[in-house]
């Protein structure tokens, strides 16, 4: 239930209860007050009666005096006068005057209000035995009615008005909330740059100042996490390249020299003849051998991208021939484009390893028959990078990735770019898009550092 609707019920309760409770009053009072004025009609014909018939035995036309006195009661609004003879009859009756307003009978029941009456003997010198009084509540009743009536109005129209007022105004104050979840989801999804207006009650404005206050520093925040994994990644190249320069320089002539040695140290041992050196000799060569093949492919994986030296294209030619010698039953196909294609140092190292990793992925989990390596640029701004093979697709019940696809993911937001690995839609296979900006900014760590 909306925050609206339940602003709407509960006033709607409120006016309710009070409504109720405020008719059982106003009926309580109205039944009270209609008999009161019954009693005090009641008793005022009474002493009226009573103060006429005083001098009547006086009166040389009794019969019509009377009669004119019940006449007098004519037009009353509570009291009927009836004038009777020896047996009881009624031999003229006074005419009550009519009731403004017709009321409902169960208004009527409600108020419970019952007739009254009395009878007033008139003595033995006379024809007529008494006069007979009664109470009439209708006119009473109908004046009640009326009242209650209008009230009832008044109440219902300002239970509307107040319906109306609270659910414009309830509709005109939540509006920023709705905008403010609106900003959240935004920013739910990875957008800080979302923002929402500032305005409406003191209450409402105070809570997005906060909200843009809050995207504002998460922008911040992430913009600089982007600049320190981008730098992350090339000190990361950096230090590769180092330890691999210093294994190639300061290793690779060592052995070599070894080797020398060991060659010179055969020919003498050849030359006089000595066969355990000469045996040891080959043992040694052997072992230096195999230490420099070992150190090429340390090398080969410090600096496997070598690309900032060899190019993306002849990089990523090589990691086909790497994969085509060990797996010559699939089809690899690679389409990065001109010889000469570079997208900046940071870019094509991360191109480089994502393509290395997805070969890698489909040649170990898919048993493909063929994958597509593809480079294309998207517009001016976009470089797009496809990775597609045949084999059998991602498994559903992946619960968790390996190291493999997360690393791509953080390569591929420190230069901004967006990631996505999903099946074919026929299901044969897989493929990793990647999407990057064309000219990532890679700051220094002194900028970063300053900053
Ligand atoms: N081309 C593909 N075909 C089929 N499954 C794949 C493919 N690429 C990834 N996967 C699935 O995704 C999972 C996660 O891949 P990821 O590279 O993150 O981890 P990994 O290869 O299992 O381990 P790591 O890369 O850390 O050595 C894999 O275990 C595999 O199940
Ligand atoms: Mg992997």
Not at 108 to 130: K, N, Q, R
Not at 396 to 404: F, V
Request: with cysteine; net charge negative.
């Amino acid at each position: 239930m909306t925050l609206r609707v339940r602003l709407i019920v509960l006033v709607a309760f409120v006016l309710l209860v009070s409504v109720v409770l405020g008719g059982m009053l106003a009926l309580w009072h109205a039944a009270q007050s209609a008999r009161t004025e019954m009693q005090a009609a009641l008793l005022s014909g009474e002493h009226r009666v009573r103060d006429s018939i005083e001098y009547l035995p006086e009166v040389a036309d009794r019969e019509g005096d009377l009669r004119r006195l019940i006449a007098t009661f004519n037009g009353d609004r509570h009291v009927r006068a009836s004038l009777l003879n020896a047996h009881g009859k009624s031999v003229a009756q006074s005419v009550l005057s009519t009731t403004p307003d017709p009321t409902p009978d169960w208004f009527f029941d409600l108020l419970g209000v019952h007739p009254s009456a009395s009878l007033i003997s008139i003595g033995p010198t006379v024809t007529e035995e008494g006069i007979a009084l009664e109470t009439d509540p209708h006119n009473e009743v109908s004046e009640a009615w009326t009242e209650f009536r209008d009230g009832m109005v008044i109440v219902a129209v300002f239970c509307i008005l107040s319906f109306a007022i609270i659910y414009w105004t309830a509709g005109r104050s939540l509006r920023p909330l709705e905008t403010l979840s609106a900003g959240f989801r935004t920013i739910g999804t990875g957008d800080y740059g979302t923002r929402v207006a500032e305005g409406g009650t003191p209450e409402v404005e105070h809570l997005a100042r906060a909200f843009n206050l809050m995207a504002e520093r998460l922008g911040a925040l992430e913009e600089r996490n982007e600049r320190l994994r981008t730098q992350l990644l090339t000190i990361q190249e950096e230090e590769r390249a180092d330890l691999a320069r210093d294994l190639h320089d300061d290793v690779g002539p060592f052995l070599f020299a070894v080797n020398v040695d060991v060659a010179s140290i055969t020919r003498l041992a050849e030359e006089h003849g000595d066969a355990e050196i000469l045996e040891r000799g080959r043992s040694i060569r052997e072992a230096v051998s195999h230490m420099q093949k070992h150190v090429k492919s340390i090398l080969g994986r410090l600096r496997p991208t070598g690309v900032s030296e060899i190019g993306l294209f002849q990089a990523v030619e090589n990691l086909g021939v790497f994969w085509r010698r060990r797996h010559p039953e699939i089809s690899i196909e690679l389409d990065v484009g001109a010889p000469n294609v570079s997208f900046g140092d940071v870019a094509d190292a991360t191109l480089y390893r994502l393509i290395q990793e997805s070969l890698t992925n489909a040649i170990r989990h898919g048993q493909p028959r063929c994958i597509t390596v593809s480079i294309r640029t998207q517009g001016r701004d976009e470089i797009l990078l496809e990775v597609s093979d045949d084999g059998v697709g991602l498994n559903a019940s992946m619960h968790r990735t390996g190291l493999g696809l997360a690393g791509m993911k953080e390569r591929i937001s420190a230069l901004g770019g967006t990631l996505s690995v999903r099946n074919h839609i026929d299901g044969k296979g897989a493929s990793v898009t990647a999407c990057l900006p064309r000219q990532a900014p890679v700051p220094t760590p002194e900028t970063e550092i300053e900053s």
